[in-house]
């Protein structure tokens, strides 16, 4: 219970130090620890990555399946780890659907419902060569930039926000040995400045690995793209030989 009540105490007093130092930033212009120009670059290039690839997630998801309901539905099933029961159709097997209902009710002997039946067949193809390509994209493109985003940009910027901690406490040292008065007070600041620079260039060097390490996402992402390309590729190049075939019979 005594260590509960001084870890609080001392968790309070941490956050009390580090609102005034910041204020002390804020307000009255007091002097702050930089980081190096290469650092800045690095956060600053964490910060343009976790935006555009964002915007690509949400891009990608959206041109993969337009309807913003039928996506929340997808991405509730997938956090819970949950089977949705069969598999929704989609508009052009429901296209094909409806074509080779309306030539059952005319007969496949007529010209017409002989041409939507055979529609019908193509329209479905193309719905399992969409469905193909959704699901490739979806395991190789999404997943991969989806876990980046939730695994390590959450981390950096957790690390980021642990190190802007340590360097508050930090310059609230230096403050309070400026201010020191006495020999005592004097040495008590020195010794919790040590301390303090210690934790913050220990927190600098791990948060520096994970930044250095958004190059191997960005080299990760550029597979993905890659397979996200060749995954369309094959989905039109499936679609147009299904068209063709499909041209070619309605009008032989």
Do not use: W
Not at 105 to 122: I, K, M, N, W
Not at 146 to 152: C, K, P, V, Y
Not at 225 to 242: C, G, L, S
């Amino acid at each position: 219970m005594d260590f509960n009540l001084k870890k609080l105490a001392s968790d309070a007093s941490g956050f009390f130090s580090r609102a005034k130092q910041l204020t002390e930033e804020t307000f009255l212009k007091a002097e702050k620890t930089e980081l190096d120009a290469h650092f800045e670059n690095l956060l600053q290039r964490a910060d343009k990555t976790e935006e555009h690839t964002k915007k690509l997630l949400a891009c990608l998801e959206s041109y993969l399946q337009p309807n913003p309901t039928v996506r929340m539905e997808d991405v509730f099933y997938e956090k819970l780890e949950l089977k949705k029961e069969g598999s929704r159709q989609s508009n052009l097997e429901h296209l094909g659907q409806a074509m080779q209902d309306a030539a059952t009710e005319f007969g496949e002997s007529t010209p017409y419902g002989a041409a939507l039946a055979r529609v019908a067949v193509t329209e479905f193809s193309l719905g399992n060569a969409e469905r193909e390509f959704i699901s490739s994209s979806a395991n190789n493109t999404l997943l991969p930039i989806r876990r980046f985003l939730e695994g390590d940009m959450k981390t950096i910027q957790k690390e980021r926000k642990i190190l802007q901690g340590k360097r508050l406490d930090l310059d609230s040292c230096k403050n309070r040995l400026k201010k020191a008065k006495t020999l005592e007070t004097q040495a008590v600041a020195e010794a919790d400045l040590r301390v303090a620079q210690a934790e913050f260039d220990k927190q600098v060097e791990i948060t520096k690995l994970l930044l250095e390490g958004i190059q191997t996402a960005h080299n990760n992402q550029l597979k993905c793209i890659r397979d996200f390309v060749e995954a369309q590729m094959n989905f039109y190049a499936t679609a147009h030989q299904h068209m063709a075939d499909l041209q070619r019979e309605l009008n032989g």
